[in-house]
């Protein structure tokens, strides 16, 4: 089959998969068909895959990846910039980029998120954020010539001798002005922060957007990292609506337990497999406008294709 033909033909089955959802049948079988049309994309992330072959030695073949995504339903995919192969080319790269790309338009798939680092957005030394606003304009245009509608970003590392307060003012400039640059391109910035990081609680995340002061700035609605920072009581909803569904970018979808990973971050299952009210979760982002992108976030679950085809059907169930 070439090129053209299995694109038509993915195409093709996308429009039949999409047909029987809108009647409510069943796209598996056993599967529940109580199936509601969203208006949510959905995608599952390599990061998955990643840290599943790294933690457990499996290996996941990136055709396999691709082929299960499309063949169960998935809109997108999130790359990881150190899998499977290295990092993410430069926007000058041009063959490499259009071979990157042509790779995940061969499966029907559009890469709308990109994982980047943040840990210079705050570095106490103003040159250091100078350069990562130098690269992260780099990455908006790779991101861009890639089709993201999406960039997300990690303000991971220590403080470097800062208080906590001189970190989030530094980090809160640093996303207003990458914010305002990817505003060209019609990109989404967003930033996560999680229970390990120096930035790990409501009140950091608030602190952040508040002194951000820019609607552009949007930040990354992770259940399992709100539900430790609501208290472990599976009702990470109550903290996304106090946040407020206005300031979500897009969603790394997964339950959790309400521990963390020893020597890692907030346990991620699939749904389902942990103790969150999902459907309060749904409901809140719905309440709340959102229409963006839910992308299953199966980060050290053992078996990650499990885990999407459970992720997959409580986004459309929910």
């Known amino acids: ?18 047909a029987v959802v809108a009647a409510g049948a069943p796209l598996f079988a056993g599967e529940d068909s109580r199936v509601t049309k969203v208006k949510w994309k959905t995608a599952i992330g390599l990061n998955g895959f990643a840290s599943s072959a790294a933690k457990y030695d499996k290996r996941f073949p990136i055709w396999e990846v691709l082929d299960f995504a499309a063949s169960v339903g998935f809109d997108g995919i999130e790359l990881m910039g150190s899998w499977p192969q290295g990092p993410y080319p430069s926007v000058k790269e041009r063959d490499r980029v259009r071979a990157l790309r042509r790779l995940y338009d061969f499966y029907g798939l559009q890469i709308f998120s990109m994982q980047t680092g943040a840990a210079d957005a705050f570095a106490p030394d103003a040159e250091r954020r100078k350069r990562w606003l130098q690269r992260k304009r780099g990455e908006i245009a790779l991101a861009s010539a890639l089709g993201c509608e999406c960039l997300g970003m990690w303000p991971y590392g220590g403080l470097r001798g800062q208080t906590v307060e001189q970190a989030i003012a530094h980090l809160a400039v640093s996303l207003r002005e990458v914010a305002k640059m990817a505003e060209d391109y019609g990109i989404v910035t967003a930033f996560e922060i999680e229970p390990p990081f120096a930035f790990n609680s409501e009140e950091h995340l608030v602190k952040i957007l508040e002194w951000a002061n820019d609607a552009r700035v949007k930040t990354i609605y992770d259940p399992s990292h709100f539900d430790l920072m609501n208290g472990s009581s599976g009702k990470p909803h109550e903290m996304l609506a106090r946040i407020g569904v206005k300031h979500i970018g897009y969603v790394h979808f997964t339950d959790t337990d309400g521990t963390l990973r020893k020597g890692e971050t907030s346990k991620h299952l699939p749904a389902g497999d942990g103790h969150v009210d999902l459907g309060a979760t749904f409901k809140t982002l719905r309440d709340g406008g959102f229409e963006g992108w839910v992308m299953v976030d199966a980060w050290q679950v053992p078996d990650p294709y499990d885990a999407g085809r459970k992720g997959i059907a409580a986004i459309r169930n929910g």
């Not at 089959?1 to 999409?18: F, H």
């Open 1 to 18: 089959m070439n090129e053209v033909s299995r694109r038509d033909w993915l195409k093709q089955s996308a429009a039949v998969a999409g």
